[in-house]
Each structure stands twice: as structure tokens, then as C-alpha cells.
């Protein structure tokens, strides 16, 4: 039995653009090749990506896989530019979703799906929370940011930080390009009211035959991308939130999440999924947005949750993805990082301080996952 696990990073451009043959840049290839050994760390014990579980990055197209057994496929996220590659590569049909699945895959991660959701939870709680809308006319994208002292456009299909415009109300004439080319290319543009965001976190959780809830993540943006997760268990997490929100509230958003999505998906989607959401300070308190997105993929605060399980024994850790464009610099951050901060471990074998690449950084690469003090 043979699992193939992929590390697809370009899966959100993928969807974006639609089409099985879709070329990603190549920021993202060099993405997918300098970190696809960091799913060995989450599905393989031994670390071992020539045994039974296989990793691969998402560069398939020379690749030829029809000799291995492939039993399961496991990707970051299902895409229809995935799929053609499989196939091309020799991989067996029966092990990957059809075309009209991925369709739905598809049309399931477009961000009208958290904003019906979010809708629904409104609802259903009495939350007092403006609601984004999906514009598909440059008149109504600009009616919609007069509302607001600020406003938020965003692709309806982008994820980890991409995609997104944060505009004031009055828009200049570069906002208004922005809005019609995404307008032209994906039929609208989200549109939402700008928060002063105090804290990003999200729910991971599985879908098969119904909903299981995975953890929580705690993460950092740098601008308005992914930048790293806080290593912190799931009780730790809610004592963190408790500081701002009721937490036996945020319980009973979790479980009519886990409820809706559990309707939504079936049948239609299994795998990982992550739900973002945030608190915001706005009239002089404190307020959550329990539905911020909806990713239909793993996710980096997946990644986090599951290493804090395996392997780390303290809250003081952080999960980092690293970026340089110059040569050497991220293989030479890599080796000062080990010589100056040694791991340590517990008396039961888990992380307890220090530094731990989840990659392999040559002269070669740019970017790097790593484990690190906070």
C-alpha cells in the first residue's frame, strides 16, 4: 500500500484559474519544491518519504508514477491542474476525485460559501456583524465601499492573504482597475467591511462521513499573508482568546459550524478544511467574526496544530514560513539557527526548546518551515 501525499501550495491559484492545464508561477513551484517535505513530519513517523508514504511536490509533470502502487492520494488541496498531472503521470483514476467532483470542489471554495455561512450564524446567534457582499458590478463594488470609512475587496477565489485590496472609501482610479479586472475574471468581487483585527485564529477539522473537529491554530499575518502560527495547545488557545471573547459562545459557533458544513459537504468533499476567523475591537469592545473563510484544503495552522501534538511539550513555540529571494540566505539563516539554538528535549522524547527545520534548505532555496522560539 502506497499513499501519495502532495504538497500543492499553487492549489488556490489553481482554482482560481480553473483550468486542468494551468501553469503556476513560479514563486509557487519554488514554494512547492523547497517545502514539500514537511508533510513527512505530519503523516510519516519515521520521516521517511522513501518507505511506504511518499511525498511528492507538485512538480509531476516528468514524472512517471504508473510502476508504484498507489493506493491513496493525499494532496495540500484537490484541483482539476492536480488531477490532469496525476493522470499524466500514470495514476490511477480510481484514486482521485472526477471532473464533476472537482467542480464542486471548486465551487464550494468560492468566498460566496463563507459568506452564506456567515449569514446563517449571524442568524442564528443575533450576531451583530456587516455581512460581506459579493458585487458583480464595478457601480455596485463602489456603492459598497461608501459604506464604510474602509473597506476590503477580495478575490472570490484567493487564499493565504492573496487577492485581497484594502481600500479607503473614497477609491482612486488604480481600486477602480483592480476591481474590474477581478470583476472581469471571476464574475465579482467580495466586498466587506474593513475590521481593526486584534487576533487571527482559526478550526481545523476533517470531513468524511461527518465533521471532526481537528484544533484550533493561532497565527500571524504580515501584511495581509500567512506568516507563522503560535506552537499552543488547544486549551491554551482558548485561555489566549478568553482575554477578548466568551469562550462556551465560540463553543457554540464551532458545533453550528461543524453542523452546517457537515450538510454542505456531504457527499461532495472529504478532507481537511480550515475555518478563519478573528476578534476585532469595534464601539469600544471586543467582537468575533466567526466566519471569515472557508479553506477546502490543509492549511498551514493545520500543520501547526498537528506538530504541537506530536511532537512539542510547551506553549512557547512558533511555526515560521520563511522567505528570501537572494541566494544562500535562507540555507545560511538555516545553519546559524541550529548552531545558536540547539533543540532540547523533554524526559519524553517531545521539543522542548530550539530550533527544527521541517525542510532540507540548500544554497538553492528560498523559502524554509521551521519550529523556533518564540
Known amino acids: 500500500m502506497s499513499v501519495l501525499y502532495i504538497f500543492n501550495p499553487e492549489h488556490d491559484l489553481a482554482l482560481a484559474n480553473g483550468s486542468p492545464f494551468f501553469n503556476a508561477p513560479l514563486s509557487a513551484m519554488q514554494f512547492a519544491a523547497d517545502c514539500y517535505g514537511v508533510l513527512s513530519w505530519l503523516f510519516d513517523d519515521n520521516h521517511d518519504v522513501e518507505g511506504n508514504i511518499s511525498c511528492f511536490c507538485s512538480m509531476l509533470k516528468n514524472s512517471d508514477l504508473s510502476a508504484m502502487p498507489i493506493t491513496s492520494v493525499v494532496p495540500w488541496g484537490w484541483d482539476a491542474a492536480l488531477c490532469y498531472a496525476l493522470q499524466k503521470s500514470g495514476v490511477d483514476n480510481d484514486v482521485m476525485p472526477t471532473a464533476a467532483q472537482i467542480s464542486d470542489i471548486r465551487m464550494l471554495s468560492n468566498r460566496q460559501t463563507a459568506i452564506d455561512a456567515l449569514a446563517y450564524l449571524a442568524q442564528q446567534h443575533g450576531l451583530d456583524i456587516s455581512v460581506p457582499k459579493a458585487a458583480d458590478c464595478i457601480d455596485d463594488a463602489v456603492a459598497e465601499a461608501k459604506r464604510y470609512a474602509s473597506v476590503v475587496y477580495k478575490m472570490p477565489w484567493s487564499g493565504s492573504g492573496k487577492g485581497i485590496r484594502i481600500c479607503r472609501n473614497d477609491l482612486t482610479a488604480n481600486d477602480i482597475k483592480w476591481l474590474k479586472n477581478v470583476i472581469d475574471k471571476q464574475g465579482a468581487v467580495v466586498c466587506e467591511r474593513y475590521h481593526n483585527v486584534i487576533c ?158 521541517l525542510t532540507q534548505p540548500t544554497e538553492h532555496s528560498h523559502y524554509n518551515i521551521y519550529i523556533s522560539d518564540l
Open 200 to 357: 487571527n485564529f482559526a478550526m481545523e477539522f476533517m470531513a468524511d462521513d461527518g465533521i471532526e473537529f481537528v484544533g484550533y491554530s493561532l497565527f500571524d499575518v504580515g501584511g495581509v499573508g500567512y506568516k507563522s502560527s503560535r506552537l499552543m495547545s488547544d486549551r491554551a488557545i482558548e485561555c489566549h482568546l478568553s482575554q477578548w471573547i466568551d469562550i462556551p459562545t465560540l463553543l457554540l459557533y464551532k458545533s453550528d459550524i461543524m453542523e452546517y458544513m457537515s450538510v454542505l459537504l456531504r457527499g461532495r468533499y472529504k478532507g481537511y478544511f480550515g475555518v478563519d476567523m478573528y476578534v476585532y475591537f469595534e464601539e469600544g469592545r471586543y467582537k468575533l467574526n466567526p466566519m471569515v473563510e472557508i479553506n477546502l484544503r490543509m492549511t498551514m495552522g493545520l500543520v501547526a496544530n498537528i506538530l504541537r501534538k506530536k511532537m512539542l511539550c510547551t506553549d512557547n513555540q512558533k511555526l515560521t514560513v520563511h522567505y528570501d529571494g537572494r541566494r544562500d540566505v535562507v540555507s545560511d539563516h538555516h545553519r546559524y539557527m541550529q548552531e545558536t539554538h540547539p533543540l532540547r528535549y523533554s524526559d519524553q522524547g517531545k521539543i522542548q526548546s530550539g530550533y527544527l527545520s
